[in-house]
C-alpha cells in the first residue's frame, strides 16, 4: 500500500484537499489522520516529488478508508443531486438489506446494487410500510436475488423469519440482549407478546423457563421453527392464544406465578392489569410504550393506578430508550418491580 502523504494545516485542509482533488493526486482508498495537534495527513498517490515547499511523508500506520454509499454512487456516476435523496441508513437483517427510500429517491435499483456490494449481502428490499391490525410489512425487491425470507443472528440467537411476513427490528437488539443477560435459570418467564421469538429466545438459550404467548398464526409458525432452530424446546414453551384470555386461564387453572414478565408491545399498558395478576411479589415487567422524549415518565402514574387497581404496588425501578420512533417520540421500556 502507498504511504505517501502531505502534512497540512487543518485551517488550510479543505482548500488544500480540493487541489489535490482537482490534480488527481488524492488517495481516497486512505483515511485522513490527525498529525500532531494542528496538522493532518492527506493521503497522496505517488511520492509526491513534485509537491514543492511540501512537507511529505511515509505514513506510519496508513489505515484504509471504508468507502461508503456516497462513494459507490459517485463512482456509477450519480449525480449530487440524486445522492442526497438516497437513505442514510438502512437494516440489515441476515443476508437482507431493508431500506426506506423517500418518494424524492429515483435511483433505488443503483442504491440496492451498492448496498449488495457494500455489505455482501443478497438481497436488497424496500420497506413500503405496516398494514393492517397484525402490522404486516409491505416489501419490494429492488435488487439482488428476489428473496424475502432470511436467517439472522445475533447475539447467539438465530431468527428464521419472511419480511414480506412478519417484522424485525434491529433497533431492538441492545434490548434483546438486556433480556437474555438478564433472565435467570432459576426463572419462570411469561412473554405476553412473542412475536417471533424476539425476547423469548435469548432468554430460553440463557436458561430461563420461558411461556411465549402469541396470537398471530404467521408469528407463531416461526416462533416455533425458531425454537428448533437454537434447540431450546426444553425450556421454551409456545402458545398460540390472545394473552387476555391466556392469563384469565392460568390464573383459573395453573395458580403458579412469574418471576418476569416481558411486555413488549407498544400498547402494553392497556394489559399492565392481566400482567399484574400474574406476577410473584418482588417480580419485574418489563413494560414497552412510545412515549414523549421530553417526558418518558408521563405514564408512571397510570402504572401505579393499574397496580393498585390489582392489589399491587408498582416500583418504577428504571427506564431506558429503546429506539426513536418519530420526531419528539421514542420507544421507552420500564422495569417495574411488583410488589
Known sequence: MNKSAVIVDKRDAKRELELLKNEQMYDDSRRIMVHGGESIELPILGPGEKMKNKIIINQKNPQRRIRGLKDLLQERGVSEEEIKNAPQSWDIIGKIALVQFSEKCTIEKEIGECLIELH????????????????????????GVEETRTTHTEWGAKYSLDLSEVMFSPGNRGERKRMGRMADRRECVLDM??????????????????????????????L???????????????????????????????????DRIVMGHYDSIEFLKEACSVVKAGGMIHLHEIRANANPSQSYDKIRTIAVETGRVAEIVSHRMVKGYSPGTSHFVADIRII
Open 193 to 222: 407478546f412473542a412475536g417471533i421469538g424476539y425476547f423469548s429466545i435469548p432468554m430460553s438459550i440463557s436458561g430461563a423457563e420461558v411461556t411465549a404467548v402469541e396470537k398471530n398464526a404467521v408469528a407463531m409458525r416461526y
Open 120 to 143: 455482501g449481502i443478497k438481497t436488497v428490499l424496500s420497506r413500503a410500510g405496516i398494514e393492517g391490525p397484525q402490522r404486516e410489512p409491505t416489501v419490494k425487491c429492488v435488487a
Open 224 to 258: 416455533r421453527e425458531n425454537i428448533r432452530l437454537n434447540h431450546i424446546g426444553g425450556n421454551l414453551h409456545p402458545i398460540r392464544k390472545d394473552c387476555r384470555k391466556f392469563v384469565k386461564e392460568w390464573t383459573d387453572k395453573e395458580g403458579k406465578l412469574f
